[in-house]
């Protein structure tokens, strides 16, 4: 049984940073690709990044492009999200997700495992 744990949300002011991380248990981690969605009050969830098995394929939504970075470290089986430049519309709860595949899609049906979210808050 495959479980992610997201850590690192919290409140910030715009223009501020955030680092979230996403601890997953279990052997296969560096097989998978991995993703970060979020879900605002109201809101449908939406695709924020995503990144590769080995971490040679990352994408971004259009709204977060230039102020996001996903990364991984396949040695300590956790996916990261640097989030910079924070706005008031970032405010949502972020889940990291595993993806079937190795390479991965924006879509949230091709994410298999999802963990529990973490709340970012960010004040104007």
């Known amino acids: 049984q495959v479980q992610l744990v997201e850590s690192g949300g919290g409140l910030a002011q715009a223009g501020g940073s955030l680092r979230l991380s996403c601890a997953v248990s279990?052997?296969?981690?560096?097989?998978?690709?991995m993703g970060w969605f979020r879900q605002a009050p109201g809101k449908e969830r939406e695709f924020v990044a995503r990144?590769?098995?080995?971490?040679?394929?990352?994408e971004y939504a259009n709204s977060v492009k230039g102020r996001f970075t996903i990364s991984r470290d396949n040695a300590k089986n956790t996916v990261y999200l640097q989030m910079n430049s924070l706005k008031p519309e970032d405010t949502a709860v972020y889940y990291c997700?595993?993806?079937?595949?190795?390479?991965?899609?924006?879509?949230?049906?091709?994410?298999?495992?999802w963990g529990q979210g973490t709340q970012v808050t960010v004040s104007s």
């Open positions: 997700a595993r993806g079937r595949t190795r390479w991965g899609t924006k879509a949230s049906g091709d994410f298999v495992s």
């Open positions: 279990g052997r296969s981690f560096s097989a998978y690709a």
């Open positions: 990144i590769s098995w080995n971490g040679g394929l990352r």
